[in-house]
Nanobody, 122 residues
Framework: VQLLESGGGSVQNGGSLKLTCTYS????????MGWYRQAPGMERELVSM???????TYSDSAKGRFTVSLDEHRHTLNLQMNNLKPEDTAVYYC?????????????????WGQGTQVTVSL
């Protein structure tokens, strides 16, 4: 399984970025895929999850500003981020939930990308 993020960069307060995760060796399954982020000195936190049935989960900070989407044909998971704020500065990671049949493994067993840096300045 390979997850490769792209699209990170530096923007000013209020700007937008679109992150893309290109995946291979993995079939989007019942357990879903998502985006996490980790700021310096902080724990990694969930930003958004997309499930097979199309349902989504967003952190409180991401609601109304970020949108997750999947292109199964292109094998990409996208995160459109609008109205970015300095507190969104972090390394953003793509994650795929490991599964076996209908069983979804805990987060600690996720497949992870290498991360992409997002920096938002005032």
């Amino acid at each position: 399984v390979q997850l490769l993020e792209s699209g990170g960069g530096s923007v000013q307060n209020g700007g937008s970025l679109k992150l893309t995760c290109t995946y291979s060796g993995f079939i989007f399954n019942n357990c879903g895929m998502g985006w996490y982020r980790q700021a310096p000195g902080m724990e990694r936190e969930l930003v958004s999850m997309l499930n097979k049935d199309g349902s989504t989960t967003y952190s409180d900070s991401a609601k109304g500003r970020f949108t997750v989407s999947l292109d199964e044909h292109r094998h990409t998971l996208n995160l459109q981020m609008n109205n970015l704020k300095p507190e969104d500065t972090a390394v953003y990671y793509c994650a795929a939930v490991r599964s076996q049949g209908s069983f979804c493994y805990p987060q600690s067993f996720n497949y992870w990308g290498q991360g992409t840096q997002v920096t938002v300045s005032l």
